[in-house]
Every structure is written in structure tokens, then in C-alpha cells.
């Protein structure tokens, strides 16, 4: 079964928080006024929809899939850490290039 079917809510939830992620990336780097405060609350968005997400959508499954479900939210948390640590660095460093 398809369980994109069945909790389509996790896509959605999903989707908005890869768009909060793209978002903060695009204040950070633009520096409108406000975007100390914006760029973070995006980034924290994006760990509660994503991350949060992930695990809630792992939690649901049937407990024969419950292993590989957690490596999977597992995987997708250690990538969204990575990310946000880059995120980190662009602050702190000042976007190169521009």
C-alpha cells in the first residue's frame, strides 16, 4: 500500500517544509531587513515540518516496518542537520560571490 495515500497530510507537511527551507535560504542570502529574525523561524519551520514530520509519518507504520522506517527518519534528520548546518556557516561566513 502506498502510504503517501493514506497520510497525505505528510507530503503536504513535507512540501512545506522543503519550501520554509528554500525560504531561509533565500533571506539569508538576499539580507532583507528583519533577516536574523525570519531566516531562523523559516530554518526551525523546516526542522518541525520535515524532521517532526518524518518521524510522526515513521511512528504510523505497521511495526513490521517500523525498522526501516527509522532509518529512514534517521537518514532524513542527520541530512537536515548537515543542511542546516551549511545554513550556519552561510551566516556566519557572508554569502561569497555576490
Known sequence: MDTRRVYPRFAIASLLGNVAFLASWGVVLMRPTGWQVIGPIL??????????GMWFFASKHPPEEQPR????????????????????YTVLQGPRGF
Open 69 to 88: 522506517m527509522r532509518r529512514t527518519a534517521t537518514f532524513t534528520t542527520v541530512l537536515a542537520l548537515i543542511a542546516v548546518g551549511i545554513w550556519v
Open 43 to 52: 530554518l526551525c519551520l523546516f526542522l518541525v515540518l520535515r524532521v517532526g
